[in-house]
Structure formats: C-alpha cells, structure tokens
C-alpha cells in the first residue's frame, strides 16, 4: 500500500517569502501521481497541483510548484511569495490502490505580515 | 451551485443516536468518496463508489457505518449507535473516476456527546 509522509513541525513563513513543504511517499506502483491540496481554516479541501511519475518537468501552477524527486521518493510543495491567505494546512496525496487517494497528515502553514 | 454540497455543516447528537450526513456531488461526476478526519490528522478513506460498480467499503472502520448512492448522484453516509470516537469532520468528495483530482465538499462536523 502507498504511504504518505508529512513530518514537519508547524511552519511560520513571513509574509511574501517562499515556503517548502516536505512530502515524501512509498509505494511500489510502477507509475502514480503526486496530488498537493490546501484545507483553509473553513475545512475545504483544495486541489491545488498534480504530478505524475513520467512527467519529465517539475508541474507548476501559480504561485505553486513541486520539486519532484523521485529518486529520493520525495514530492514537495513550494509556495513562492506568500500571502496571508496561504495560511492553512496543506496535505500531500497519492493513490493507494483501486483509485483512492491516499493523504499524509498534513502541514501547517501561518503567514504572518 | 456547481461544487460538492454537504449537509449538516454541523451535527451535534448523543452517543447511541443514528446520524445521517448526505452528499451531493457534482453533476456528472461518477465517482464519490467519503473521508473522515479527526482533530489534527490527515484524511482516513472511508468508501468510494464508483458508476454502477459495487462500492469499495474497505475503509469502513466498523459495521455501525455504511453508505449508499442513490441513482448515481445523492450519496448518504449512516452513523448507528453513535460513539464518541465518531467524533470528526467527514469529507465528501467527487471525481471523474480514475485516480485523477478530486473536489471536496466543505465537510458535516459531528460532534458525538
């Protein structure tokens, strides 16, 4: 089964600097998909970028994008030039088998001015 | 609206009670998952259905839950004889099937007393 490791600490990042969100997976599927999405405060989750394991350049979109190592297992998030509404938990996903995505525990992110 | 809808936002009921959580996903959207979050954790998959296929029930933590889709839209997730570790934020979710992005309601809290 595909697990999902999220261990940071939560993070304080001042507003308009860059952030990294550490995610790092285990699974034995020969091809899979790294998901990243938000959950603000009001406890919606929010897609906010995918990776597939042949994708040959690092997925961006905005403000977000994923430094994909998969020689290390590794798929982390980063948030350039952040802003106070980026404070939420941000969680790390990947299917675990029969199309259903596996999440980590998430991180912690406050943007503070 | 065009998003997932969840009721209740907020459930308060009395260890023993049954409880009801109902889901309502996006039009056309043929698979529906239900995830479950206690305080402070990540997503624990609950169910998944998938079109006509037989649902993935593999995440149900006992047989006092189960879960139903009526015509391939409407889904009811059934809480019997409530316990306080029942206590979470159960997430609905919807996709176009396969292992692709996946769009959250905003959740029904439920507070078991």
């Known amino acids: 089964a595909q697990k999902i490791t999220q261990t940071q600490p939560g993070m304080f990042v001042q507003e308009k600097e860059a952030v990294t969100l550490d995610c790092t997976y285990d699974?034995?599927?020969?091809?899979?998909?790294l998901f990243w999405y938000k959950q603000p405060s009001s406890g919606e989750m929010i897609f906010l970028i995918y990776q597939g394991s042949y994708d040959q350049q690092n997925a961006t979109e905005g403000r977000y994008s994923l430094n994909f190592q998969k020689a290390r297992k590794s798929a982390n998030l980063v948030i350039s030039a952040s802003q106070l509404g980026d404070s939420a938990m941000y969680f790390c996903?990947?299917?675990?088998?029969?199309?259903?995505?596996?999440f980590g525990k998430g991180n912690q992110v406050v943007v503070i001015p | 609206g065009a998003g997932v809808s969840q009721s209740p936002s907020n459930k308060v009921t009395e260890k023993g009670k049954d409880v009801e959580l109902r889901c309502d996903p996006i039009s056309g959207h043929t698979a529906l998952y239900w995830y479950r979050q206690s305080l402070g954790q990540g997503l624990e998959f609950l169910i998944y259905f998938q079109g006509n296929s037989a649902p993935d029930k593999s995440g149900l933590p006992s047989d006092r839950f189960s879960a139903e889709r009526t015509g391939g839209s409407v889904s009811t997730l059934t809480i019997q004889r409530t316990q306080q570790e029942d206590s979470a934020v159960y997430l609905c979710?919807?996709?176009?099937?396969?292992?692709?992005?996946?769009?959250f309601g905003e959740g029904s809290r439920l507070t078991v007393l």
């Open positions: 979710a919807s996709g176009t099937g396969g292992a692709g992005e996946l769009f």
């Open positions: 996903a990947t299917p675990n088998g029969n199309n259903r995505l596996a």
């Open positions: 699974t034995s599927d020969p091809s899979y998909g």
